[in-house]
Structure formats: structure tokens, C-alpha cells
């Protein structure tokens, strides 16, 4: 191989890359990270509204998101960057007896999981979401320890931090060839030279099919595109993320809240969904989402929406992230198809997927790992997708 051999290169800068760069970085690892893009977060990272939440259906996930929380919560005061974070929790109004029967019989294993979240009647819900529709409401799910951050301040300050302490980025360089012989990972090649590595990660976001392919490795991820919008900044007049899981005519689920700065970010789950990696806004959302959300709280409609954006989900089969060491090649890493989710995965996942490769991985970065292996049959399916 020529020079500047490496222990680790990491293929994507964005949630997941950055992160892990940072997490590899502190256990005094040598790191690369290579980003087609030319600066670091300008994929999918950029297009994630923010949300950061630990309840989820699925302990991998949850114990993996709350280490993203317990990262992001304490950021500003032990490296003094602010990242946008609000402790404002999440919301989940219920207007039906079968999604209240779907979320209590959830509530059992959140709360297993030592989750701070419990059932909430119509009147707390109100007070959560001032003027939201109160007939035929029923209560919700409370979690007051979830949030939201800014996306492009948190990769920004994990890419400081992370350069700090010696992490390299080279920027417009695309990875053309993963190199490997006798079936271990050597390192990997691009338009401007070969760069050897005992590790290389695959954090590809959208991408990572197609890079998984220069591995010889295959991994059931595709895009499917997913619009978001954020209104003008107004006077803070709520704080959770509302998230109502009752499905419209022309989409899934829908969320928004309110920022740090107070603008009011949103999103729906299209349906059927769109798969695509096409990043082309579409008139069809915005009314969608306005519809959506005017008839849940009434007085949105006096909001006006400073643009909208198009994403890409990078997804699996059953929702959940593949994150694994593949038997077939030693040395390559796999942390990919985190399904919309990958925000507020990336500093939690980056953590556990860091020990592993310092050797050094507790058991609960075993737990974290267990439940999101390739070789899984992707046959069930995440309940909150």
C-alpha cells in the first residue's frame, strides 16, 4: 500500500461518519474520512429535522438513542458548543381506541427499558399543544426526556471536535475501490490515491448499497424520499415534538415542532412510499402537510412556511439499522440503512460501533449491535417507523 496508512477510514461524513470519527478519534485511533460531498453533513444530515428521541419498539434502539440524548443534552457543557438542543420531550395525541391500544400495549416495553414516558390524559395533552383539536381526543404518550438539536450545528461541532483530536476529512473525494486480500479489508482507493486501513466503514447514508457493492457485500438498503418544510420564527408556543400516527389520504404519520429559534419544523411519511433518490421538492406536500396539520391545531394556520426540502430515508426491509462486522470480509464495517432515524442514532451508534473496533466493547455495546446484524431474517417490522 502507499502512505498514510490508517486504522480506521470511514466512507461518509454525515450523522453516522462524523460521529463515529469522533468516537474512534477519542480512543486515540489514527482516522480517515473520506466525503464525496464537500464539506461534511451535506447529504441526508442536512435534511433531518432534528428530532431526538429513545422511544422507540426496539431495545437496540432505544438503548443506542439514549446515549445519542445523554450526548446531546450535555454537549454545550462539556464542550461549550450549543447545538440548538431543547429538552422539549415528545408527544403522541391518540384519537382512536386502536391507536390508544396499540401505544399502551408499546408503553409495556418502553417502559421495560427503564424509559421516562408513561400515558397521559386529554387535559396534560392540551397543555402540551395549546389549541390542538380537543374532540374525540383520547390522551397520548408523554416522554419529557426526548428533544431536538440542530442538525448542522451537532455535525459541525462533532467535526471540530472530532479534527481536534486528530480525526483527518478529505472533502470531493468519492471511494471508488475497497481493496481487500485474502478476505480482509486493506483499505481503499480513490481519484487522488490508495489509503490503507485495517478498518473501513461503510456510513454512506443513501449511498450505501452502491458502496457496499465495491466490498462484495450486499445490504438491503434503498432510498425512499421523504419532504419536510419549516415556517417563519415565531414566540415559542409549545415544546414537544407532536407526532399523530393516524393515516391521511396521501401519507402516514406526521410530525413538527418548535426550534430553538423558534421557527416550526415539519414532516409527513408519505404513502404509499417513494422510492426514489430524487431531492426534488414536489408541489404535492406542502399541501398535504398543511391540510394535516391546520385540522390538528387550528391556529397553524396563521404560520407562514419559509421553504420546504425533499430527503432520502435510506431503508431496510423491517425499518431497523444494519449494523454488523460481515463474517465474508474482515475488517469492513457496516452502519448503514438507519431509516430516517440516523440523526439521532449517529452519536449513540458511534459509541457502541467505536468500542467494538477499539476491542474494548461493554456489554451493553454487544446489546446495542445485537439487535441490528445483517444476517437477520428482516422479517418483522419496526412499530415506529
Keep these: 500500500m502507499e502512505q498514510n496508512n490508517y486504522d480506521a477510514i470511514i466512507i461518509g461524513a454525515g450523522s453516522i461518519g462524523t460521529p463515529l470519527a469522533m468516537a474512534l478519534a477519542e480512543r486515540k485511533m489514527k482516522v480517515l474520512v473520506l466525503e464525496a460531498a464537500p464539506s461534511s453533513g451535506q447529504g441526508q444530515n442536512k435534511c433531518a429535522i432534528g428530532g431526538i428521541r429513545a422511544t422507540h419498539s426496539d431495545g437496540s434502539k432505544i438503548k443506542a438513542c439514549l446515549r445519542s440524548l445523554a450526548i446531546f443534552s450535555t454537549w454545550k457543557e462539556r464542550h461549550g458548543d450549543d447545538l440548538g438542543w431543547i429538552k422539549g420531550g415528545y408527544a403522541f395525541p391518540v384519537y382512536t381506541e386502536h391507536d390508544e391500544t396499540a401505544l399502551k400495549t408499546l408503553l409495556k416495553v418502553q417502559r421495560g427499558f427503564g424509559l421516562d414516558i408513561d400515558w397521559v390524559g386529554p387535559e396534560k395533552m392540551l397543555s402540551l399543544m395549546p389549541g390542538m383539536t380537543p374532540v374525540d381526543l383520547r390522551g397520548g404518550t408523554w416522554s419529557p426526556g426526548d428533544g431536538s438539536a440542530s442538525p448542522l450545528l451537532s455535525n459541525w461541532a462533532f467535526y471540530r471536535r472530532a479534527v481536534s483530536l486528530g480525526a483527518e476529512f478529505r472533502f470531493c473525494e468519492p471511494v471508488r475501490r475497497i481493496i481487500s486480500e485474502r478476505g480482509e479489508v486493506r483499505g481503499v482507493e480513490t481519484a487522488a490515491g490508495r489509503y490503507g486501513a485495517r478498518w473501513v466503514v461503510n456510513a454512506a447514508g ?65 404513502s404509499p412510499q417513494v422510492w426514489s ?65 440516523g440523526f439521532m442514532l449517529g452519536p449513540g451508534l458511534g459509541e457502541a460501533v467505536a468500542a467494538h473496533m477499539a476491542g474494548s466493547p461493554s456489554a451493553e455495546d454487544r446489546e446495542i449491535l445485537a439487535g441490528f446484524r445483517l444476517d437477520r431474517s428482516f422479517a418483522g417490522q419496526e412499530a415506529l417507523k
Design 206 to 270: 443513501a449511498q450505501a448499497a452502491a458502496v457496499s457493492e465495491l466490498a462484495g457485500v450486499k445490504v438491503p438498503v434503498k432510498p425512499d424520499c421523504h419532504e419536510a418544510g419549516i415556517t417563519e420564527p415565531v414566540k415559542r408556543f409549545f415544546e414537544p415534538m407532536v407526532v399523530d400516527i393516524r393515516r391521511g389520504d396521501k401519507s402516514g404519520n406526521y410530525y413538527f415542532y418548535q426550534n430553538w429559534e423558534g421557527q416550526v419544523v415539519f414532516c409527513i411519511t408519505p
Design 277 to 341: 433518490d430524487d431531492r426534488r421538492s414536489t408541489s404535492e406536500f406542502l399541501p398535504e402537510a398543511s391540510r394535516r396539520m391546520v385540522s390538528l391545531v387550528p391556529a397553524l394556520s396563521n404560520l407562514k412556511v419559509r421553504r420546504t426540502w425533499r430527503g432520502l430515508y435510506p431503508m431496510t426491509p423491517d425499518g431497523f439499522p444494519i449494523v454488523d462486522f460481515p463474517d465474508s470480509l474482515k475488517g469492513y464495517v457496516l452502519s448503514v440503512g438507519m431509516c430516517g432515524q
